[in-house]
């Protein structure tokens, strides 16, 4: 059995013993993930929040922003799943690098012309090294958690969140002080690459224990057929549309509804994911991995009447509130739905990760494209609608997994008796 607890003298960062459950020999990747996923957060967010001015610099419609906001969509879907087939042949660190030099390219040119075909490209490049940063980060985590727990998971998404705030409010800090938008990307940049050296010190052979290698190929037909991963598929293709969705064109939407500045509009997305960075962080500590369905299907109604209530609150300031309480219902569907898979797919890790990632990609691309195409023709509030539609659609499909879930662990029961 191996053993959670360090031997004599091993040295332990400040604050490890929360992570009690994890083996010692893990805990070296806790902070490179974090890390990663903090720029994850950040590349994911800053689109958004610099849509105002890309709008009104680069006189983009709606649709052809939709269409630029998507190619990072495309990117992600492109890699998703074929990060989690590669890592079973090229390795952890290898696919990773190829994710921060990806997303390098891409944010070191991005907003360098206001060609929308330029733009879309590199966005392309950056969606493919948020796919690898997503997908190798989870297979990590889901290999070292233990017991089918959450909370690690929860805590490195949290991370994301937390770059999710510091992207949109250094946008807003940067427009505030007549700097050019472009150089939040830039920054962005070299920090990829800084964290790609650091990646060259990790000892990711501590996760390749032989477990999922041969495994997870011989069985990817039998995996990608299993019905809990087809539903967790459609539910990240809605849950990360919608998310995506929203945090895109959050800004424009208080811009255009609200008659709040650009820099006030930036901040509106810092308040969604303060949201579901209160939500991630506060499940991760009080929350001991039971009743995961359950929790599953409040947060989704929660994000769901929260959503509504930004459309149909009068105030600006009344609209925030309802904003951040809309990201604290969106903050652990992605977490606890990745965990559930880690614990059912033990032996193809790679393969149902990369699978239901694939499907957030697919949304990432379809919904926020969609709600600026509706948009366009019938106003900001309509696609927002259209978003809450499709959040009604995630709801059923969560009660389909939790109804699932219990007839398994019934089944489960009577085999014991």
Known sequence: ??????????????GMSYLSHVDWRHRV?????????????ASATVLGATIPKIVREFQWSYTVTGVVASAGAVGYFISSFGCGLLVHRLGVRRVLLA????????????????????????????????????????????RIERGGSSRLMNLIHAAFSVGAIVGPLGVAGLLSRGI?????????????????????????????DGRGKAGGRLRTAEVLRHPLLVLAFLILLLYVGTEVGVS??????????????????????????????????????????????????????????????VLLLPGAWQAAAAL??????YSAIYPVVMTLLGGRFREAEGVAVGFAATGGGIGAFAVPFAMGAISDRLGMRWGFGFCIGLNVVMIALIAAVVGRMRMTNDEARMTNQ
Do not use: D
């Not at 059995?1 to 091993?10: L, R």
């Not at 930036?266 to 009080?286: E, H, P, Q, T």
């Open 1 to 14: 059995m191996t053993s959670y607890a360090p031997p004599a003298g091993a040295a332990m960062l400040p």
């Open 29 to 41: 990747f806790v902070l490179p993930l974090l890390g990663l996923f903090l720029l994850f957060g």
């Open 99 to 142: 994710g921060l030099a990806f997303q390098a390219t891409g944010m070191v040119l991005f907003g360098s012309t206001a060609s929308a075909a330029v733009n879309g490209s590199l966005g392309l490049l950056i969606g493919m090294g948020n796919g690898g940063i997503e997908v190798m980060g989870n297979y990590c985590i889901v």
């Open 180 to 208: 050019p938008w472009q150089t939040v990307y830039r920054v962005m940049a070299c920090v990829s690459v800084a964290l790609g050296v650091g990646l060259l010190f990790v000892p990711f052979s501590r996760l390749t």
């Open 248 to 309: 895109k064109w959050v800004a424009e939407l208080f811009v255009r509804t609200r008659q709040t500045t650009a820099p006030a509009g930036a901040r509106m997305v810092a308040v969604f994911w303060l949201g579901i960075l209160a939500g991630r962080a506060g499940i991760s500590v009080a929350h001991r991995g039971g009743r995961q369905g359950a929790l599953l299907l409040g947060l989704s109604v929660l994000c769901t009447a929260a959503l509504l209530a």
């Open 324 to 329: 951040f309480v809309s990201g604290l219902g």
